[in-house]
């Protein structure tokens, strides 16, 4: 089947400007969460959605990062008045959903790179 | 806070040489731990897992031994070859939160030469 796909797959934008990303995760995963790659700080969480509602947003750097999901779907992170320091890759990754005393593997999708000129 | 150590690298190996990637962590309660891995131009794919102490996972002739009292994982392989080049990434997650959310190393770039 079809996996985790992320658009647009590369984003060069002017500083300040506003940019969304976007996710489809696998069809029925629950769970949905965003990561992002960059050279200095390596791979970092940002944000987790159980369905709908985001009960982990420890990971979000800023109140410019926002991120919305519909439908248990589609999600979408928002990034207001880009600065160059959010130039990376951002990751979105899909899974069924957790429970205690279980893991279910994270599928990743192939990113979108952000370039703040 | 959790936390994940790896060799950073580069490492540069001849095909057939040996292989061992170390990776320690650091955890508030008993994480499952992970090696992923990145091909060029490819996203993140699991390459194995263990969930308990103890546990070896294994696959593509790769190995970890999920040690608690060295609280280790570190990635070996016999005989590594070309294409084994890639980014490898040790990872835990802690189910303390419920959330499973992965908590990476910061990647060690391995290039396999022939």
């Known amino acids: 089947g079809a996996g985790v796909s992320q658009s647009p797959s590369n984003k060069v934008t002017e500083k300040g400007k506003d940019v969304e990303l976007r996710c489809d995760p696998i069809s029925g995963h629950t769970a949905l969460y965003w990561y992002r790659q960059s050279l200095g700080q390596g791979l970092e969480f940002l944000i987790y959605?159980?369905?709908?509602?985001?009960p982990d947003k420890s990971g979000l750097p800023s109140d410019r990062f926002s991120a919305e999901r519909t439908g248990g779907s589609v999600s979408t992170l928002t990034i207001q008045r880009t600065q160059q320091e959010d130039s990376a890759v951002y990751l979105c990754a899909s899974s069924r959903l957790p429970w205690g005393g279980g893991h279910y593997e994270q599928y990743f999708g192939p990113g979108t790179r952000l370039t703040v000129t | 806070g959790n936390s994940v150590t790896q060799m950073e690298g580069p490492v540069t190996l001849s095909e057939e040489a040996f292989l061992t990637i170390n990776c320690t962590y650091t955890?508030?309660?008993?994480?499952?731990l992970f090696w992923y891995v990145q091909y060029p131009g490819e996203g993140l794919q699991l390459l194995l897992k263990?969930?308990?102490?103890?546990d070896k996972g294994s696959n593509k002739g790769f190995e970890a031994t999920y040690r608690k009292e060295t609280t280790s994982f570190h990635l070996e392989k016999g005989s590594v070859q070309v294409s084994d080049s890639a980014v490898y990434f040790c990872a835990l997650s802690d189910p303390g939160g419920s959330n499973y959310k992965l908590t990476f190393g910061k990647g060690t770039l391995l290039t396999v030469n022939p």
């Open positions: 263990a969930t308990k102490a103890d």
């Open positions: 959605f159980q369905g709908n509602s985001a």
């Open positions: 955890a508030t309660g008993y994480p499952s």
